[in-house]
Structure formats: structure tokens, C-alpha cells
């Protein structure tokens, strides 16, 4: 399994930015596909963004437009660019990998390598 360790998280207000960073301890980074999870309190893993192994990019229709996910072959870093934050956005989030190339998906079950997360907080 890939060892994954979330960053970036923070108390934001409505309307903010933050970058979340994800590290990985991997030496086939560039042949895994990857994932951004949150969970609000209370609530189900939800998925918000995939990237697949060729950088080919997949959105939940709540965050589409708002949130970017990129990534880093060379520093094996996984990122997601958080634009014109919500209250709603406010949730645990994670990052997650697959060691499969061209995948995408937004299924928990999907993932079998997890960080610990970094809470987001958004204040109206």
C-alpha cells in the first residue's frame, strides 16, 4: 500500500482559498491513480476529485468549477486547489490511491491507501 499524509487544512471564511497538499511515499506515483474524500461531521465519505494515473481529471458536480486537483509526478504530491469556499465544504478531508493506472472513481471502497486527513472549516 502507498503511505499517504494530508496538509493544508485550516478555518476559513466563506468565499476563501486554501491548497491541500498530499505526500506520498511511492516510487510508482506517476502509474497510480488518486483521489480526494471528505467527510462532514455526522456524515458519509463522500468523493469530491479523481486524477488518474495519465493526470485525465474527474469532479463531483458540487465542487465542478470550484475545486482543482492536480498533481506532482517528480515531487509525488498530490493537490487540491479549493476556490470560493463554502460553509457546506466545511469536512474532514483525505486523500486516497489505487495502484492502478487510467482510473477514476469516486467510491471510497474503490481506495485501498488512505492519509489521516486535515480538517477544513468554512465560517459564514
Known amino acids: 500500500q502507498v503511505q499517504l499524509g494530508e496538509s493544508g487544512g485550516d478555518s476559513v471564511q466563506a468565499g476563501g482559498s486554501l491548497r491541500l497538499a498530499c505526500a506520498a511515499s511511492?516510487?510508482?506515483?506517476?502509474?497510480?491513480?488518486l483521489g480526494w474524500f471528505r467527510q462532514p461531521p455526522g456524515k458519509q465519505r463522500e468523493g469530491v476529485a479523481a486524477?488518474?494515473?495519465?493526470?485525465?481529471?474527474s469532479y463531483m458536480p458540487s465542487v465542478k468549477g470550484r475545486f482543482i486537483i492536480s498533481k506532482d509526478n517528480a515531487k509525488k504530491i498530490l493537490y487540491l486547489q479549493m476556490n470560493s469556499l463554502e460553509p457546506g465544504d466545511t469536512a474532514m478531508y483525505y486523500c486516497?490511491?489505487?495502484?492502478?493506472?487510467?482510473?477514476?472513481?469516486?467510491?471510497?471502497?474503490?481506495?485501498?491507501?488512505w492519509g489521516q486527513g486535515t480538517q477544513v472549516s468554512v465560517y459564514s
Open positions: 486524477i488518474d494515473s495519465d493526470g485525465v481529471k
Open positions: 486516497a490511491a489505487v495502484d492502478r493506472r487510467w482510473y477514476l472513481s469516486h467510491t471510497p471502497a474503490d481506495f485501498p491507501s
Open positions: 511511492t516510487d510508482i506515483f506517476s502509474e497510480i491513480s
